[in-house]
Structure formats: structure tokens, C-alpha cells
């Protein structure tokens, strides 16, 4: 074998080269176009937490502002009739209700992102599963190897990024260890992730994770914002250090929020707008 | 579950991309090894290919309805139901082309019917050539479905 004679086939074969080249690019466009990826945001917490809640409020920031210059439009018939039952529920101030067993449920939308140039138009599936509290604690408490055969596991395993909630009202109570049981069952339901999500760890440390202390209005109540949300969010910090500690030194992308879909900070519910900008993918490209 | 065979991504693309395809690379390596490393038209054999390449389109239509990693409405089923019936209809078609390759060359060798030459060629080109679809179809069928396997 010669260097030469291997160049030399190259050329002779150019044109079948370049073909295929052109196939992959085809390709590579008619599958991006037509199966597009899904995004899938896991959100974990105990009941009550206000999961749901806070998807709502994120869903309807998103109607309402879109991402990073895309368009995103709710895909589905129950997603269209839940959302917009909840986004009316949460403007009328009556509050969402808990989900139940048999709501296990994701809410989806698509996510367009449009170009002058046809074809480098891209969309994705967004993805945000909404548990049950009862399943959703089962998953960070249980150690039971039924767990791995539930819809909710095997989906949770596939999710691009992760939302753990925590009810702030009763972190800065902190009545029956409440700040420690949540810690112990975030960080085995974080190990749990690691050990049985489908792109490994490696990958895994590269996806977003956040911890977001919600209803911060039970707690800032009419004092807001005379007693800065900043200092109730430092202090709840403090309390959750060393789980932090560990999600930071276990994956890149990881930080907290302080959120509350009744206080409004510049006219957008609180924290959710940071949420919004740090779970969400940034490139068009995925 | 053990840390070696759990379920993931890798694995998924090494049992219904790697392997389907491998008699493909193989018979490659062993023509372009025998040809002194002279890459022809005829290193990768088309019939070969389109049997591979039918073969990822029915794994990967299979993996989509097993998956149970799925919180479904009407619209997801639909969606997934469609894409099955995409990768259906692909494996047919690249079946069928499979068939009429491997006809076409047994009848322009032993029968000498030099004239069938042409339209041998021209399957094996639309082989060639559309061969990726599928492949690249599979990739975003993992990526849009999390579609995983585990290697036992």
C-alpha cells in the first residue's frame, strides 16, 4: 500500500464522493427537519413543593416572551386544555391544584427557531414532566427495584436537565427536619440519576441542574421587596451549602432560584425568567 | 442492574447501528485490502449495503415501540406511530432494491445480458445515495425518542 495509490483512488472516485457527501448533508437536513430532538426537563420534588405550579408560570413566561428569538407553541391536545386551565387557575389567584396518581403527564411543546434560509430552520420537542409528589418522592426516598420499570424512571433517566424543587416556606421553618430529608433524598435521587441515566455520567455533568426554592411569597409575604428576596435566597443558601457543594462539584451547569408565581419582580414572576434563560437549551443546534 | 450492562445511549447505537452495518464495513475492508487499498465503485457492495440498511430501519422501528420510557398523549402516539411506519417503508423499500441488486447481478453474469448493465447501476447508485437517509433518521429517532439498549 502506497500513499499515492490511496490518493489517486480518492480522486478516481470523487465524484461518487462528493454524492455521498451531498446524501449525508440531505440527510443530516431532512432528519433534523422532520424528527426533531426532544428536550426533556425532569422536575423532582416532594408533594406540595409546587411543581406544578412553577411549570405553569414557566410555560407561561415562555408563551408570553419566547426563547432567545424563537417561537414555541404548545403541542397537544391536553397540554392546550391543562395549561391554559392552570395559567387561569394561577391569574385568578384560586392556585393549582396537587396532581394526582393518574395525572402523570408531560406537558409538551415545539420550539421553532426560524432562519431567512429555509432549511437552517431548526424546532425541538419540549418536554417537562410533571409528577405526582407521592411519585416524585417515591423516586428520591425509594430504593425498591420496581422503581426502575415505571414510566416515570425510565423517562426521568432520558431528561436533558433537572429541576429540583424545594418549598421554601418550609425550609426556612425547617419543622421535622425538613431541610435534611430533602437534602438526603436530592442527593440520592442526583446519585440514582448518575448511575442510571442513558448518557452516562460524563454527559450527565454537562446537563443543567437547578434547585429552586419556590413559593417565596409565603415566606417574603407583603414585606416584599422591602426585605430583599436576595437575602431570603442567601439564607436558603446557607441552609441547602453542602447539598449545593455537591451538585457543584458534580456537574457544570448548576445553580439556584429563588421563585414565586404570585410576587412579580419587573413585571415577570419571580425568578422564573432566570429559570427560563438556565434550563433551556442554548443552541439552536442541540 | 449491573454498572456494565445498564441501558444508555452507546449501547443503543452499537446494537441497531453498529451491528446491522458491520458486514458492510467488513466487506470493505477485506475488498479494499485485496484491491491494494484502490478505492472502486465496487469496494462497498450496494446489495450488501440496502440489506443493512433495511435491517437499522426495522431495529430502530422495533426499539421505538418497545420503548417504554414514554409519558404519552394522542399527539406523542401519533408522532411515534408515524415514524415507526417511516422506518417501516424505508426497510421495504431498501428490501425490495436488496432483491433487485442481487437478481440484476446474477442475471448480467450467468445469463451475459450485458444490456441490464446499466439499470444495475442505477440501483446500486439510488443505494448509495439514499443510504444516509435512514442512517441519519436513526440518530434523530435516539435523540428524539431516548432511545436506549443494553449490551448483555
Known sequence: MTFS?????LISVGPALAGALLSMIISWIFARKNIPRSYRIAVIGFPQAGKTSLITALFAYLFRNGIRGASIVARGEET???????????????????????????????????????FLSSRYKLEIGDFPGEQSQTFVESESPWLHNTNYFQWAMGADAFIFVVDSE????NRENYVARQKSAFRAAWQRIQEHHIDGSVRLSRKPVILVYSKADRELGSHFPSISSERFHGELNEKFADLIDYFQQDTKRFTTVLTSV????SSEKLGIQNLATFVLPRSTLL | M??????????????HLGYPLLPVLIEAGIRLIVFDWEIRIDTMSAATLAMSVGLVALFVNQSIRADSGTLGDQVETDTRNGTCTFFTGIGIIFFILFGLIVLLQAVVAEKDMVNLRSTLQGFQHVVFFFAAVPIFSAVAAQRTYKLRAEIV
Do not use: C
Open chain 1, 5 to 9: 495509490n490511496l490518493l489517486d483512488s
Open chain 1, 80 to 118: 392546550i386544555t391543562r395549561i391554559n386551565a392552570h395559567i387561569a387557575d394561577m391569574e385568578s389567584g384560586v392556585g393549582v391544584a396537587p396532581t394526582r396518581d393518574q395525572d402523570l403527564f408531560a406537558y409538551r411543546a415545539e420550539v421553532h427557531y426560524r432562519s431567512a434560509i429555509n
Open chain 1, 170 to 173: 418550609k425550609a426556612a421553618a
Open chain 1, 262 to 265: 404570585v410576587l412579580e419582580n
Open chain 2, 2 to 15: 449491573s454498572q456494565k450492562n445498564k441501558p444508555s445511549t452507546i449501547a443503543w447505537m452499537i446494537t
